[in-house]
């Protein structure tokens, strides 16, 4: 079973997020007070554990902690750089579209300062909120739809 293991925020960019208890999610416009909120197609940031797993094994990084890559949602049991653009998910009460699969790496961000590496770029998803609602960690996280 596939579940969010935090919700991150920050109100700037750049810069790691910060662990919530609980993240109110707005339709077409992302986390509410997050710096990356807005009416775009990059309005959540999503990161697995398995990224981070697998950043950790090659540099042998052990202070990698939920919001250090500036995701807005660290998941376990889904591998997200898989899923294709379109990929309709259920994320706690609000539904994802997948808009984005990686992003252009800015090598001056605090993440790659601190942690000499950033795996967002290559293996972090982002998506659009077609239906808002709440999210918190321990919430399933379940593929609606797949484009054909």
């Known amino acids: ?3 969010v293991i935090a919700v991150n925020l920050s109100e ?7 662990p919530i208890e609980v993240g109110n999610f707005i339709e077409d416009f ?19 554990l398995e990224s981070f797993d697998k950043l950790a094994k090659m540099g042998g990084l052990s202070h990698l902690k939920p919001g250090i890559f500036a995701e807005n949602i660290t ?13 309709i998910l259920r994320v706690g009460e609000t539904l994802h579209e997948v ?5 252009e ?8 300062h601190k942690v000499g590496d950033c795996v967002m ?4 998803i982002f998506t659009r909120v077609i239906k808002g ?3 918190q960690a321990g919430d399933r996280i379940e593929v609606e739809k797949k484009p054909r």
């Not at 992302?30 to 990161?47: C, F, I």
């Open 1 to 3: 079973m596939a579940k």
């Open 12 to 18: 700037k960019k750049g810069v790691i997020k910060t």
């Open 105 to 112: 790496c800015h090598h001056g961000c605090e993440i790659f």
């Open 133 to 135: 609602g709440t999210v």
């Open 30 to 48: 992302g986390l509410e007070n997050d710096a990356h909120a807005g009416k775009w197609h990059r309005q959540v940031s999503l990161l697995g």
């Open 121 to 124: 770029p290559r293996e972090g």
């Open 75 to 87: 998941t376990e049991g889904l591998i997200l750089y898989e899923l294709p653009i379109g990929t």
């Open 99 to 103: 808009t984005q699969i990686g992003k």
